[in-house]
């Protein structure tokens, strides 16, 4: 990062969410403190507001599903999926109720109602002690300005006046307006308010426009016009930048160009180590819109296909011939890269309108995943069966999630092979060698994967939900979110457990959570016996570079020294000198 600040500038810095660097003049999005018009009603009226109301719920809900699908196939499903919050809010009978409650005891026009019960809602949840909760009042409000808009008749054109290249600046930014930023001529934004896991934020970086959020009230300190230098490596707005900043955030871009050219040209390039050793680069997908992106990356296959996103924003479930179109496109374009697909992980924090889950005090620890599957049979019938049928192109794996036990495992191949008997009587075709794996993502399925390993053909470590079962730390939980350590001892020594257990068994270790595109653990991971790793499409390019300036031999000395330390501080200092000392370009972006 270039030394700061000098003569003439004033440096703000808040919170960096998208990286990225552009300069130009500011826009300011005014604070919306609309005047919600207020009459009196008629008891008689009621009725009528009340249908103006459903009206503008179910104009609501088009307008957030052609976002959504706008969203999708720009970028994916996993990022559209951020609007499934939105549609959750207009399905809210409590919300609704409580709306119809204050017509009936105010008498006064629905607008005005609703917008003050959803103002109580959103305050409420903006004073709560958990940034993950807060930043959840920021959705409420962009569905709340939606439905307001749609009683109102108005049109929201919020960026809709920004005709030059410029960075906008405002107290907040909604994801649905983030999600629709024209990168034409917007050079990047900055914010009031807002945390790194905010769906702005997401947003954001699924753009890969530069953001920053955090900076107080800064949106009430400049002007429309200001010149401004925006760093979303580092949090940074630079008002006035000298000469010399401009200087040397330029040639901070250049560089940053130069690897985007390097990182490009590797596309049809194996992930190999420099003393030979082939590590199997795949990508992690929510949908068949997905593949174009996993094609651009240079994956090999697909590592983790995530079914559940098949089965949210609808008002029915997928039938067996949706999965199976679904599936067999995926394997059949990608072919004969493998395309690995996780069977249903519906609960925790993904809940489908069409499936009654129960409310539940720790919904992650709670009926999700391969427990949902193994009671509600009927769903996970139509999967098995459409995955069996896809399983003719050759090239699919399949594996459960959230297995804890033999059991599990066990009653859910018994499953499988019921299916197979009826696709058999039905003279449907399907690979009958189709390889079956597990997700260790619990930490007693670390513990028994030699058990597992006779079994499968496949270990594939989910280390976002190991390293939350394992430290019991919530890590969108600020409170605690330090102790959310991916170099913890532990996580290292649960790892290698698995890895270790799968070469007794001859067979394959993979790792498709966050941890696995965390460039600091992506040595530590291959030195723990890793032989796959699967990251989003946007982070192939980059993981590859880096393992092909490494050695395995030198990765499997540190991975040994890693599970003699005591500290994962110790450990994380020493993952960061080693992947800065092998491939510094990835890392001249910030300081």
Not at 49 to 68: C, F, G, P, Y
Not at 453 to 461: A, H, I, M, W
Request: with cysteine.
């Amino acid at each position: 990062m270039p030394e700061l600040p000098k003569s003439g500038e004033k440096v703000y810095r808040g919170i960096p969410v998208s990286g990225g660097v552009s300069k130009g003049h500011v826009v300011i999005l005014s604070k919306t403190t609309d005047c919600i018009p207020h009459r009196e009603i008629n008891e008689c009226e009621i009725p009528a507001e009340l249908e103006r109301l459903e009206k503008a719920l179910i104009q609501t809900r088009q307008q957030i599903l052609e976002v959504q699908r706008q969203v999708e196939e720009a970028m994916g499903a996993e990022d559209a999926s951020i609007f499934d919050a939105h549609l959750l809010v207009l399905e809210d009978q409590t919300l609704l109720d409580e709306v119809s409650r204050y017509l009936e005891s105010h008498k006064v026009n629905v607008e005005y109602a609703f917008n003050q019960v959803a103002e109580k809602y959103s305050a409420t949840l903006a004073k709560i002690d958990d940034d993950y909760l807060r930043e959840r009042a920021s959705d409420l409000r962009d569905v709340t300005s939606r439905v307001l808009n749609n009683l109102l008749g108005r049109q929201d054109n919020t960026t809709a006046a920004i005709q030059e290249p410029s960075i906008i600046l405002s107290y907040d930014l909604s994801p649905s307006v983030t999600a629709q930023l024209d990168k034409n001529v917007v050079l990047g934004f900055a914010t009031d308010i807002g945390g790194k896991t905010s769906h702005t934020a997401i947003m954001a970086r699924a753009l890969q426009i530069p953001a920053v959020v955090g900076l107080q009230n800064l949106s009430g300190l400049l002007k429309n016009g200001d010149y401004v230098l925006l760093d979303g490596y580092n949090g940074i707005l630079i008002v006035n930048p000298s000469d010399q900043t401009l200087y040397e955030y330029g040639q901070l871009v250049q560089k940053q160009v130069q690897l985007k050219e390097k990182l490009k040209d590797l596309a049809e390039q194996p992930a190999i180590t420099l003393d030979g050793k082939r590590i199997t680069l795949s990508a992690n997908i929510g949908q068949a819109s997905d593949l174009l992106a996993v094609k651009q990356s240079g994956a090999e296959g697909v590592g983790l296909f995530r079914t559940e996103y098949l089965f949210l924003n609808r008002s029915t479930l997928p039938t067996e011939e949706e999965q199976y179109q679904s599936y067999r496109e995926v394997a059949e374009a990608l072919n004969p890269a493998p395309v690995v697909i996780r069977t249903l992980d519906l609960g925790g924090d993904k809940f489908a309108a069409n499936v009654n889950m129960p409310s539940e005090m720790n919904p992650f620890l709670g009926w999700r995943a391969i427990r949902f599957c193994l009671q509600e049979k009927e769903i996970f019938r139509s999967q098995l069966r459409a995955i069996l049928r896809a399983s003719v192109a050759g090239n699919i794996k399949m594996m459960y999630p959230m297995i804890s036990c033999l059991t599990e495992l066990e009653k859910a191949n018994e499953l499988v092979n019921e299916y197979k008997n009826e696709l058999n009587c039905e003279n449907l075709p399907y690979n009958n060698d189709l390889e079956i794996g597990v997700m260790v993502e619990i930490p007693a399925a670390a513990l028994i994967a030699d058990t597992l390993g006779k079994r499968v053909k496949f270990f594939s470590v989910g280390t976002n939900d190991l390293i939350q079962y394992s430290l019991a730390v919530d890590r969108l939980n600020e409170k605690i979110a330090h102790l959310y350590e991916p170099a913890h001892p532990a996580i290292l020594k649960l790892i290698q457990m698995t890895a270790k257990a799968g070469h007794a068994n001859n067979i394959w270790t993979g790792v498709c959570g966050e941890m696995a595109s965390d460039l600091p653990m992506v040595p530590l991971l291959l030195g723990l016996g890793v032989n796959e790793l699967s990251v989003a499409p946007a982070y192939v390019p980059q993981v590859k570079f880096l393992i092909r300036r490494m050695k395995l031999s030198a990765a499997e000395d540190f991975a040994r020294w890693a599970l003699s330390c005591e500290s994962g501080n110790d450990i994380l200092a020493r993952a960061q000198e080693f992947v800065q000392e092998v491939a510094p370009g990835l890392f001249e972006n910030n300081g």
